[in-house]
């Protein structure tokens, strides 16, 4: 009987700590796919916003950013980003960091124009009739 007491005692530990690093481990991949997600929604709603009038700054989309992860992190509390803005693209850089660990992620969303290739498309057509009808 004490000869499974002696050998409990040495398991017991790394049992512990096979449990606890696997929490660990899925707090980590959870924060990461928090971070990352909020950072390509804050690109794809950058890239959107750029084809309107006023389109978007980089402080507008940071607090986007912030609202997307807020409160739902667990190990990496103090995520930020970094966030640059160009004719062609939006790019979200997210860093987060805590209890010595840390992660970043890029995400980037390319700034389309659908509807000006639309109505170049409807142009081509109009001419492509036009030039029949006159024959």
């Known amino acids: 009987m004490r000869g499974y007491i002696v ?3 040495f398991l017991m530990p790394i049992i512990l700590l096979i449990i606890m690093s696997s929490i660990f481990g899925a707090f980590y991949f959870h924060d990461k796919n928090i971070i990352s997600g909020a950072a390509y929604e804050t690109a794809a709603v950058g890239s959107s916003k750029m084809r309107e009038k006023e389109g ?5 989309l940071d607090i986007l950013f912030q609202e997307r992860v807020g409160g739902k992190c667990i190990l990496f ?3 930020d980003a970094s966030i640059s803005i160009s004719d062609d693209v939006v790019e979200v850089e997210a860093q987060g ?3 010595g660990m840390k992660v970043s992620v890029l995400r980037r969303a390319a700034v389309t124009k659908p509807e000006k290739t639309i109505r170049d498309i409807r142009r081509i057509k ?3 009739n036009g030039a029949e ?3």
Do not use: K, P, Q, W
């Not at 978007?56 to 507008?60: K, L, R």
């Open 77 to 79: 509390t103090g995520a």
């Open 7 to 9: 050998e409990m005692a």
């Open 126 to 128: 109009e001419l492509g």
């Open 56 to 60: 978007a700054g980089a402080d507008e």
């Open 97 to 99: 960091s805590g209890r």
């Open 133 to 135: 009808n006159n024959y």
